[in-house]
């Protein structure tokens, strides 16, 4: 109990800590620092190093094999470029919006990951699930029709972080699910990391080129300077350094309690975020804003119930198969043993049957009866020659 409490607040505080941490850093009125792919790709670059250097301190860590070249291309790949993109928009996304507001449009991305679940196949649709969307969706309205500091490019970003998370989720299930988890590549967080990682980095470089473009970034005031070149690499690794605690804490948290307890966690982090972004940001919400976003939550709130009702069932079914099995296979091998041991029993009367009366006696148990029968017939031999010779003097 104690380490579940640790875990909850090590990823709380570090998650809280990320998103602080990205909205000073890229907002205007704070730090400034206007190249936010390029920041997460040193996020990236970051995670690398960790994962590698705790791969090599740690070996029982370490993958027993290397992802097949059919799974990386077809898995990995797009995974690592859907996760590199939904987080490089949403921190492009920090420079224009609120914290607040960029909180209560990422909790959307739910409805994104059933609608990409059902298009990958990996939930059935139902009229339930339909009626969460379409929950999420109004309380999405709600916020985005009464926000105060509406900024489209930024809105327009986060929704596409939004719909990339959902892509992203979608195609994780599917990597953790159709590929050798248990003993290959991506047997634990820390593998998984080590893999996804400089793809995401890669892909966030190239990005960060094109939209941001390398001689603007080192042209900067930012690294005007080496002193001030240093100071700001170091700052922009100490991001990378949060978020890699931060899912180890995710980890670790997920392997003691259940998926579902972490969502359910994660919503209350969620409107921990707003609460306290609007106390240090001064963001400021409405009404309808703080409506919208419990719309949104309780459609969230009711999946999480339906998927706990969902594996609860899952799980009670598996036990009363386990135990049918069970029952089947006691039954199974009494039925072998009774029909050996009748199997044994008819052989043996057979054998009895087919084996001489004289032969089923022993070598001295033959010879007495023998004996005892020689016996009886001569006495019976005498019996009757006294009798024929008392009726023969009576006659004379």
């Known amino acids: 109990m104690l380490w579940n409490a640790f875990y909850v607040f090590a990823w709380?505080?570090?998650?809280?800590?990320?998103?602080?941490?990205?909205?000073?850093?890229?907002?205007?009125?704070?730090?400034?620092?206007?190249?936010?792919?390029?920041?997460?790709?040193?996020?990236?670059?970051?995670?690398?190093?960790?994962?590698?250097?705790?791969?090599?301190?740690?070996?029982a860590?370490?993958?027993?094999?290397?992802?097949?070249?059919?799974?990386?291309?077809?898995?990995?790949?797009?995974?690592?470029?859907a996760?590199?993109?939904?987080?490089?928009?949403?921190?492009s996304s920090l420079k224009t919006i609120t914290l607040a507001f960029y909180t209560?449009?990422?909790?959307?991305?739910?409805?994104?990951?059933?609608?990409?679940?059902?298009?990958?196949?990996?939930?059935?649709?139902?009229?339930?699930?339909?009626?969460?969307?379409?929950?999420?969706?109004?309380?999405?309205?709600?916020?985005?029709?009464?926000e105060v500091d509406f900024v489209l490019v930024g809105f327009i970003q986060v929704m596409l972080a939004s719909v990339l998370g959902g892509l992203r989720w979608s195609l994780t299930q599917i990597l953790l699910e159709k590929t050798d988890t248990k003993?290959?590549?991506?047997?634990?967080?820390?593998?998984?990391?080590?893999?996804?990682?400089?793809?995401?980095?890669?892909?966030?470089?190239?990005?960060?080129?094109?939209?941001?473009?390398?001689?603007?970034?080192?042209?900067?005031?930012?690294?005007?300077?080496?002193?001030?070149?240093?100071?700001?690499?170091?700052?922009?690794?100490?991001?990378?350094?949060?978020?890699?605690t931060m899912v180890l804490a995710e980890f670790n948290l997920i392997a003691r309690t259940s998926v579902v307890t972490l969502s359910v966690l994660g919503i209350v982090k969620e409107v921990m975020t707003i609460v306290i972004s609007s106390m240090v940001f001064h963001d400021r919400l409405t009404l309808v804003n703080i409506l919208g976003l419990f719309v949104t939550l309780t459609g969230i709130c009711v999946y999480h119930f339906m998927k706990l009702r969902e594996m609860?069932?899952?799980?009670?079914?598996?036990?009363?198969?386990?135990?049918?099995?069970?029952?089947a296979k006691a039954a199974r091998r009494r039925e072998r043993k009774l029909a050996k041991k009748q199997v044994k029993e008819q052989r043996g009367a057979e054998a009895e049957e087919e084996r001489p009366w004289n032969h089923s006696l022993s070598q001295p148990d033959a010879l007495e009866s023998r004996k005892d029968t020689s016996f009886q017939d001569t006495f019976i031999l005498d019996h009757d020659d006294g009798n024929d010779v008392d009726d023969f003097a009576r006659k004379g």
Not at 28 to 34: D, L, T, V
Not at 67 to 74: A, H, I, L, N, V
């Open 12 to 59: 709380y505080t570090c998650s809280t800590a990320l998103s602080f941490y990205n909205k000073w850093l890229f907002s205007p009125a704070h730090h400034n620092f206007r190249f936010p792919l390029f920041t997460t790709s040193l996020h990236m670059v970051a995670q690398f190093l960790l994962s590698s250097l705790t791969l090599a301190l740690l070996p």
């Open 61 to 81: 860590l370490r993958p027993k094999a290397a992802p097949s070249t059919r799974d990386f291309g077809t898995k990995i790949m797009p995974c690592a470029v």
């Open 83 to 91: 996760s590199g993109l939904d987080i490089g928009l949403s921190n």
């Open 104 to 146: 209560m449009c990422k909790s959307s991305s739910l409805a994104f990951v059933l609608l990409f679940a059902f298009a990958f196949k990996l939930e059935r649709p139902t009229w339930t699930l339909a009626g969460v969307i379409g929950v999420i969706s109004t309380g999405l309205f709600m916020m985005v029709m009464s």
């Open 183 to 244: 003993k290959g590549s991506l047997a634990n967080p820390i593998s998984t990391i080590f893999f996804l990682s400089p793809l995401m980095g890669i892909c966030l470089v190239v990005v960060a080129g094109i939209f941001e473009g390398y001689n603007t970034i080192f042209q900067s005031t930012f690294f005007e300077t080496f002193d001030s070149g240093v100071r700001t690499i170091g700052l922009l690794l100490l991001g990378g350094v949060i978020a890699f």
């Open 312 to 327: 609860r069932a899952k799980a009670r079914q598996q036990a009363k198969n386990a135990a049918d099995e069970a029952i």
